[in-house]
DNA sequence: ACTTACCGTAAGTCATGGCTTACGGATTCG
DNA sequence: CGAATCCGTAAGCCATGACTTACGGTAAGT
């Protein structure tokens, strides 16, 4: 049930910006913050929830911390989604079956 | 952009709930809310929020009014997942490499 | 050792949204 | 036509969370 967590970490806007920013690469708070529209203490905020979801990674370096994008963090969400639909698509398609057997009226 | 709202309406649990009860196939309001711990006018907004994001489809039935999950409802969110962890895969990869061939201290 | 740079956390404010009760419109049946 | 059922919406309450400023702690440089 982590997935929440995932969900709830991408729900926010400057959340998925954070992420748009680490895209192309690792990145420290001070630079990540100088992108975003938000003041640096709200970045750490962010990269907090970020990192609990399991969607960064951080790397101490100095005095600087780096964050970078889990290549593993969105798999649960995914598994998720996946199961969900499939689900679903399944009674879609056994109701219009159904539908189409049980009266086949023009 | 439109995948924002699909996470916005994932983002909440008993929408969740909503959407595992309509896995099985198409439900009523009533019906959905007797199995939900909320009240229906509740269960109403929150299908409200589903349709919008594009992931429930509607059809009425006399007085009654049928939900069911849309197979192509979270599309755009998939590939929005795919697009983004791609690209951090890549940089991810990249990085590696990068660190291997230039100083390769074991 | 002192100063500087970088960062996380605490405290407080304010907007967002999820829930409830109350109400009104639409459809079906006697 | 009148009664009953089903449902969406309005209004209001309250918790959650996103943001800011202020503060403290750690690492590097002189």
Chains 1, 2 share one sequence.
Do not use: C, F, N
């Not at 049930?1 to 420290?28: C, F, Q, S």
């Amino acid at each position: 049930m982590t997935y929440g967590m995932t969900i709830a970490a991408l729900a926010d806007p400057t959340r998925r910006l954070v992420l748009e920013a680490l895209k192309a690469g690792p990145l420290h708070v001070g630079a990540l913050a100088q992108t975003l529209p938000v003041s640096r203490p709200a970045v750490s905020q962010h990269l907090r929830v970020l990192s609990d979801a399991g969607l960064l990674t951080v790397r101490t370096e100095g005095t600087r911390r780096l964050y970078a994008i889990d290549p593993k963090g969105a798999d649960d969400l995914r598994k998720y989604l996946d199961s969900m639909w499939d689900d679903a698509l399944a009674a879609y398609t056994k109701a219009a079956q159904d539908k189409a057997a049980g009266k086949d009226r023009t």
